[in-house]
């Protein structure tokens, strides 16, 4: 009793631990661009009638869900004249997003139990509590966390035979976002397993709960567009017969194998293959994800956080594993052997590298882009009629959610297949267009020409190796800029080193 006790006190800690973690991670730093341009800058466009929307929402890929959640958040505070606060604008969608993410944990420890047993249940949830990736991403509003939370609660109620609220979890999941399908296929037999004896009737119902969010989300869909929307098949047209997803990059069929996964569980890596060798149910959850895996292995863009729906298996197979094999060692005596010091080794280490990196990705890195536009909502919040420069590559960087000002001026490059491209180009006199990567930007010609028809800007907010040719440019053109704040951004070479803010010199 002692040691189950100690281990709920110590679950809580860490837990609450991990929470102030991943909301105060999201305060410093930054992950992708999706994170606020298909959340907070969408409901900003919603809410204030200005901003702007990526060209994915005028392709009707996306469910205004999300965004329209945030919008109401707006509203309310609105009726209070406090719509224009930062905390309002940003940090609330990202608490209400947290709020969701630490439900699916715990759904994910009750699950994980109940899957997997006892005691491999409670590993599973320290290597859940521990992980750097769900901490770095548990507040940020991307469709690929709230695909998490919400499969964490259907694979509780799944194993709970809830099936009429496993179904609505389901439509809604579909709703948001479509590739929630590929998690979900492979568990239809052990679905229909659990319909009990009147399967038809079951059936029925549990349609019947997929449906009411799926109508939903089509009804709320189709009047934020004035048209028919049914943005499941939109995305699902685009990204897979189309061959849209291509458009974002192209990466080997193998990454996931040798960069993504090995990102996410670390040495606990080598413990994947063994779950098909373990329990049934264990065996069965190796398929599920092995199955996920595949079929994103095969789509041409990948990312890591395209992992986040199938953490939720992925960390009962390894913590499953880990138990059977020490069980095992005990059983044979040789717990104090190899296998055993191995085992340990590597639990140790993952939950050394997961402090490690949860610390360095969530404070030291992409942690100038924050700062930075901060830096400039400050200076410009007594200025009448603000001009502000965004000169670095497009969506880099949160604009009009993070840069808030009733009268600003805001000029920043733009991407997007040619066909939605004259959306954003139509009474302009120069469009900031980034044609493919900003290393094909010609800033000296972009500068000269968008001065014809605007005024030069108060500050320019760029990357800090384009700051020396944005200055030279300007100069050419008879105005004179300084640098007036730089804030470190990045240790990794892949990424700038800073960020910097340009004053007006002349």
């Not at 008879?478 to 340009?502: M, N, P, Q, W």
Request: aromatic share 16%.
């Amino acid at each position: 009793m002692d040691r189950i006790k100690n281990y709920r006190h110590g679950a809580q800690i860490a837990f609450a631990i991990k929470v102030l973690l991943a909301i105060t991670i999201t305060r410093f730093s930054d992950f992708v661009p999706d994170e606020h341009w298909q959340s907070t800058e969408v409901a900003y466009f919603l809410h204030f009638g200005r901003g702007h929307l990526t060209w994915e929402w005028y392709a009707n890929i996306r469910s205004y869900i999300p965004p329209v959640i945030i919008l109401i958040v707006y509203k309310i505070a609105s009726v209070f004249n406090f719509d224009g606060s930062f905390v309002i604008l940003v940090k609330v969608p990202q608490i209400l997003q947290l709020a969701l993410t630490a439900v699916g944990w715990n759904y994910f420890s009750r699950f994980a139990s109940a899957r997997v047993g006892s005691n491999a249940g409670k590993l599973a949830t320290i290597f859940m509590l521990v992980s750097w990736f769900t901490t770095f991403c548990g507040a940020r509003l991307i469709s690929n966390q709230t695909e998490m939370s919400l499969n964490c609660i259907a694979l509780c109620l799944l194993e709970l035979g809830d099936l009429a609220k496993f179904s609505f979890i389901m439509g809604l999941n579909f709703a948001l976002r479509p590739t929630a399908a590929i998690l979900w296929l492979p568990f239809l037999p052990e679905f229909y397993g659990k319909l009990k004896d009147t399967k038809f009737k079951n059936l029925l119902k549990c349609l019947e709960f997929a449906a009411i969010p799926l109508v939903g989300a089509l009804a709320l869909d189709s009047m934020m567009t004035s048209s028919l929307s049914i943005t499941w098949f939109e995305f699902f047209k685009f990204n897979f017969l189309s061959g849209g997803s291509a458009e974002f990059g192209v990466h080997s069929p193998f990454w996931y194998l040798y960069s993504g996964l090995p990102s996410v569980l670390g040495p606990l890596v080598v413990f994947l293959p063994f779950g098909y060798f373990c329990s049934k149910k264990t065996r069965l959850l190796t398929i599920y994800a092995t199955f996920y895996i595949v079929v994103y292995s095969f789509i041409p863009h990948k990312e890591i956080r395209f992992l986040l729906p199938v953490t939720p298996l992925l960390f009962p197979i390894c913590a499953s594993v880990v138990s059977t094999l020490i069980k095992k060692g005990v059983q044979t005596n040789k717990i104090h052997g190899l296998l055993g010091t191995y085992l340990k080794f590597a639990v140790k280490l993952f939950i050394g590298l997961n402090i490690g990196a949860t610390i360095f990705l969530g404070f030291f890195h992409q942690v100038g882009v924050k700062r930075a536009t901060a830096d400039i909502s400050e200076k410009i919040s007594q200025m009448d009629e603000p001009r502000v420069w965004i000169m670095t590559p497009c969506y880099s960087v949160p604009i009009f959610s993070h840069i808030h000002h009733p009268n600003i001026e805001l000029e920043y490059y733009l991407c997007a297949p040619k066909v939605f491209r004259p959306l954003y180009t139509n009474g302009l006199a120069y469009p900031l267009i980034q044609p493919n990567g900003f290393g094909t930007v010609d800033l000296d010609r972009d500068i000269s020409k968008k001065l014809v028809g605007a005024k030069a800007p108060h500050f320019i907010l760029a990357f800090q190796e384009h700051v020396p040719k944005i200055i030279s440019a300007f100069g050419k053109e008879g105005y004179g800029y300084k640098v007036c704040a730089t804030y470190f951004h990045s240790y990794i070479e892949d990424f700038s080193r800073a960020v910097e803010i340009l004053c007006d010199s002349s």
